[in-house]
């Protein structure tokens, strides 16, 4: 295995047996980086409050599948999953008075 390759185990429940996959790294990296453009979609929506509460972060699991993508596990998911990758995204603070 060169370095332009990285073994990822898969979170895909559709793949059998083996779920060890090479994967080039720089798919990867396009794959991680699509995640995140579409992820900012989603975090500039969101509000700063959510009734009584200040919402300041968000954390989000996403496994690898068997051809490289990012997925959220979402709920009907296999119970016990783990692994992937973990983001975690925290709001800046505001200009001092707001």
Known sequence: MGSDTIWVV??????????????KVEELSVNVNLFLEQMSGVLEKTP???GGFQFVEFEIHAEVTAKGALAILGT???????GGLKFVFRRLPGPKGT
């Not at 009907?76 to 783990?82: M, R, Y």
């Open 10 to 23: 898969t979170g895909d429940p559709t793949v059998r047996g083996d779920r060890l996959r090479q994967l």
């Open 76 to 82: 009907g998911g296999e119970v016990g999953a783990a």
């Open 48 to 50: 700063e409050k959510l």
